[in-house]
């Protein structure tokens, strides 16, 4: 960390230096961009990505998770007698949604964050200091990550200070404009954190305030925005250094700065493209004919194709309003013809429908890159071979996140690790640590037991154990294994019968590694 600017945390200013780079790509025209205050530039920006394209379909992404989908607005319309397009209000007009999309979001999140991640480090005392900053409620912000980064095609990590204490704040994609140096999208030089919060106005109604939060190299710039599109400072808003402390010598608040821009991306994959653009097209197809299959089988007499002969009267409205109530209808012959009504049957083949939503639904599983928990190659006892194919999919976008999160892990680690400098830990810049998702994946456990039988003699213990399907803390339990034989070992008998088992003689113990039964077959003792 570095001294701040000496700014109160309260001081508001509408003065905002960005220092951004010369090559930032988010920049426009150098010529157009000489002579503009950093302020005057930051409204410009805001102001075209609230309405770009890649913010409306972040937005669209969430809603159709939260499932508000285009069908709802399905209206079923006709042509009158001018030509013009009116609504059929009489008619029935469901509106069904079945979000197979939200459905492959969960599944893409659980996969690979459903269950906690592990770090690998050969330093013990690292490892216990991570866990004390990392912990269970920074992994299960790290699932909502995941999640966020599969709807918004990418979600963020702010680190901040809470009560003395490191926490990890998380944005949502719609919420952050980032100024990139480069174009891969790696180096951060400036962004825009901004979200809309509810505030009483004088007369005690509620209005939406749009809340702007510019971070730099010199710290935070608190604004609101107003409906012009201008920048107001923002006097409630914490403007100045990210983070103040009190000055042991001094005894007076003194205001630090990160050496890098508190603000992680964590991105799906480096195309930054929500999950709902590979599959929109299919998902509304699939609300649609769902719909239309239950908009055709509630129609009946009364709201279908009449055949009439001869009835009383001209007014068709009034007939079917009559024929609605009394279930009746008044015909007379006229000239020799005989009066009626007749019907005109449309049969509704449910099965083109049935065919119809099993494809869509197949096209949206292999677009999202996902598995179908009921495919036929799961039937019976299926084998390991059968069971890695239907992830195979799904693997595809688990090893490609899991990559870009690695990445971001490690720019993560920096801020962690200069947190455990400034709270008087150890200095662990340098040294490595891996991070390691563990994907929730359906195995065989009798084939997976097998192979690390098998696997004696050319794997350590150490490797059987974390293979081992049964056990979920490999340290723990190769502790728990190390400790029997310590106990074995002070206990001549214990120590022939543990013996006995890791040689396969008679008893009826096993391997504790390897699961092989103890016994020499015979069923005979000496």
Same mark, same amino acid.
């Given at each position: 960390?570095?001294p701040?600017?000496?700014?109160?945390?309260?001081?508001?200013?509408?003065?905002?230096? !960005?220092?951004?780079?010369?090559?930032?790509?988010?920049?426009? #025209?150098?010529?157009?961009?000489?002579?503009?205050?950093?302020?005057?530039?930051?409204?410009?920006?805001?102001t #075209?990505?609230?309405?770009?394209?890649?913010?409306?379909?972040?937005?669209?992404?969430?809603?159709?998770?939260?499932?508000?989908?285009?069908v709802?607005?399905?209206?079923?319309?006709?042509?009158?007698?001018?030509?013009?397009?009116?609504? !059929?209000?009489?008619?029935?007009?469901?509106?069904?949604?079945?979000? !197979?999309?939200?459905?492959?979001?969960?599944?893409?999140?659980?996969?690979?964050?459903?269950?906690?991640?592990?770090?690998?480090?050969?330093?013990?005392?690292?490892?216990?200091?991570?866990?004390?900053?990392?912990?269970?409620?920074?992994?299960?912000?790290?699932?909502?990550?995941?999640?966020?980064?599969?709807?918004?095609?990418?979600?963020?990590?702010?680190?901040?200070?809470?009560?003395?204490?490191?926490?990890?704040?998380?944005?949502?994609?719609?919420?952050?404009?980032?100024?990139?140096?480069?174009?891969?999208?790696?180096?951060?030089?400036?962004?825009?954190?901004?979200?809309?919060?509810?505030?009483y106005?004088?007369s005690?109604?509620?209005?939406?305030?749009?809340?702007?939060?510019?971070?730099?190299?010199?710290?935070?710039?608190?604004?609101?925005?107003?409906?012009?599109?201008t920048?107001?400072?923002?006097?409630?808003?914490?403007s100045?250094?990210?983070?103040?402390?009190?000055?042991?010598?001094?005894?007076?608040?003194?205001?630090?700065?990160?050496?890098?821009?508190?603000?992680?991306?964590?991105?799906?994959?480096?195309?930054?493209?929500?999950?709902?653009?590979r599959?929109?097209?299919?998902?509304?197809?699939?609300?649609?004919?769902?719909?239309?299959?239950?908009?055709?089988?509630?129609?009946?007499?009364?709201?279908?194709?009449?055949?009439?002969?001869?009835?009383?009267?001209e007014?068709?409205?009034?007939?079917?309003?009559?024929?609605?109530?009394?279930?009746?209808?008044?015909?007379?012959?006229?000239?020799?013809?005989?009066?009626?009504?007749?019907?005109?049957?449309?049969?509704?083949?449910?099965?083109?429908?049935?065919?119809?939503?099993?494809?869509?639904?197949?096209?949206?599983?292999?677009?999202?890159?996902?598995?179908d928990?009921k495919?036929?190659?799961?039937?019976?006892?299926?084998?390991?071979?059968?069971?890695?194919?239907?992830?195979?999919?799904?693997?595809?976008?688990?090893?490609?996140?899991?990559?870009?999160?690695q990445?971001?892990?490690?720019?993560?680690?920096?801020?962690v690790?200069?947190?455990?400098?400034?709270?008087?830990?150890?200095?662990?810049?340098?040294?490595?640590?891996?991070?390691?998702?563990?994907?929730?994946?359906?195995?065989?456990?009798?084939?997976?037991?097998?192979?690390?039988?098998?696997?004696?003699?050319?794997?350590?213990?150490?490797?059987?154990?974390?293979?081992?399907?049964?056990?979920?803390?490999?340290?723990?339990? !190769?502790?728990?294994?190390?400790?029997e034989?310590?106990?074995?070992?002070?206990?001549?008998?214990?120590?022939?019968?543990?013996?006995?088992?890791?040689?396969?003689?008679?008893?009826?113990?096993?391997?504790?590694?390897?699961?092989?039964?103890?016994?020499?077959?015979?069923?005979?003792?000496?």
């Amino acid at each position: 960390m570095t001294p701040g600017n000496g700014r109160d945390v309260c001081e508001v200013t509408d003065v905002v230096v !960005l220092n951004l780079r010369d090559d930032c790509v988010a920049r426009t #025209a150098t010529n157009f961009r000489r002579g503009m205050t950093d302020k005057r530039f930051l409204e410009l920006e805001i102001t #075209a990505w609230l309405a770009s394209p890649e913010r409306k379909r972040q937005l669209t992404a969430e809603v159709y998770y939260d499932g508000q989908q285009d069908v709802l607005k399905r209206r079923r319309m006709a042509l009158d007698d001018d030509g013009k397009p009116m609504e !059929l209000t009489h008619l029935p007009n469901n509106r069904l949604v079945n979000n !197979l999309y939200s459905k492959m979001v969960d599944q893409k999140t659980n996969y690979s964050f459903g269950r906690p991640f592990s770090l690998d480090t050969e330093r013990k005392d690292y490892a216990a200091a991570l866990a004390t900053v990392l912990g269970a409620r920074f992994r299960r912000t790290m699932r909502t990550v995941g999640e966020g980064a599969w709807i918004g095609g990418k979600a963020w990590l702010y680190p901040y200070y809470e009560g003395g204490a490191l926490a990890f704040k998380r944005f949502p994609a719609d919420e952050v404009l980032p100024f990139w140096a480069d174009a891969d999208h790696t180096i951060l030089d400036a962004a825009v954190h901004i979200y809309v919060v509810e505030e009483y106005d004088e007369s005690e109604q509620t209005k939406a305030v749009v809340k702007v939060e510019v971070m730099h190299g010199g710290g935070v710039d608190c604004f609101i925005r107003r409906d012009d599109g201008t920048l107001e400072p923002d006097p409630d808003g914490h403007s100045g250094d990210y983070i103040t402390a009190e000055d042991p010598d001094t005894g007076k608040e003194q205001g630090y700065n990160w050496d890098r821009i508190p603000l992680v991306c964590f991105k799906s994959s480096h195309h930054e493209i929500p999950l709902l653009s590979r599959v929109k097209c299919l998902q509304d197809a699939y609300n649609d004919i769902l719909s239309t299959f239950a908009n055709q089988m509630e129609e009946d007499v009364h709201n279908t194709v009449l055949v009439i002969k001869n009835a009383e009267g001209e007014d068709l409205g009034k007939f079917r309003k009559n024929l609605a109530i009394y279930g009746a209808v008044k015909v007379r012959s006229y000239e020799g013809s005989e009066g009626g009504v007749d019907t005109l049957t449309i049969e509704v083949n449910a099965e083109n429908y049935k065919v119809l939503l099993a494809l869509l639904k197949d096209a949206i599983i292999e677009n999202a890159r996902g598995y179908d928990a009921k495919d036929e190659r799961m039937s019976g006892n299926p084998n390991q071979m059968n069971i890695q194919s239907m992830y195979s999919d799904i693997d595809l976008d688990a090893n490609g996140i899991e990559m870009e999160f690695q990445a971001s892990m490690e720019e993560l680690l920096w801020f962690v690790n200069r947190h455990l400098v400034n709270t008087g830990k150890a200095n662990f810049d340098g040294v490595e640590v891996k991070v390691i998702f563990d994907r929730d994946v359906l195995i065989n456990e009798s084939e997976a037991i097998t192979n690390c039988k098998n696997s004696v003699g050319i794997l350590s213990d150490e490797t059987i154990v974390k293979m081992h399907p049964w056990v979920s803390d490999p340290e723990q339990e !190769l502790e728990r294994i190390k400790k029997e034989k310590e106990e074995a070992a002070a206990d001549p008998y214990q120590a022939a019968f543990m013996a006995n088992r890791q040689n396969g003689g008679g008893g009826s113990g096993g391997n504790p590694v390897t699961g092989q039964d103890g016994g020499d077959g015979d069923g005979q003792t000496d």
